[in-house]
């Protein structure tokens, strides 16, 4: 038994190793190919005694949304202006229907006051929040799938904020 106890743990070591490098490369794939989005920002603290400096994201195209009648999850559905600054359309449940000049962001709404898109915290460098507190987008890259991950938060100019 002994003998079987370390195959299943090497199997189980194996298929763990396999799956964080998938996750690890998709990511990869979307920080490359993915479409940049920006979305705009709502006023926040960018504090935190326990954790250190960071900023939590509020975004405004999650504002005034009757929440109550969305479904936990699914997708906001979003339209870019000529400078990449996305505008609410709808919320839908399924990736369709989706029209032409339309792209999909994942949302998860864990209560009937907040729907959350995309990453909800932005850590930075301790020290450095004055630099931050000019930010007015958080740019994500999304997939056509609706995956989304935050790449920066950009000024009033459209500029990443380094």
Sequence with gaps: MKKYKWIIILLNLIILL?????????????LKDGQLVLLQLAPVDPRSLMQGDYMNL???????TGTE???????CVVRLDSKGIAEKVRFQQETTPLNKDEYLIK???????????????????EGQAKKYERAKYGGVRIDKDG????????????????
Excluded: C, D, M
């Design 69 to 75: 009648h969305l479904p936990k999850r699914g997708y």
């Design 58 to 64: 509020r975004y405004a195209i999650s504002n005034n």
């Design 18 to 30: 396999v799956y964080f490098n998938y996750s690890v490369s998709k990511k990869e794939e979307l």
């Design 107 to 125: 949302y998860t709404a864990p209560n009937e006051w907040n729907i959350n898109i995309g990453a909800e915290s932005f850590f930075f460098q």
């Design 147 to 162: 995956n989304s991950l935050l790449v920066g938060l950009y000024n009033e100019q459209l500029k990443n904020i380094k």
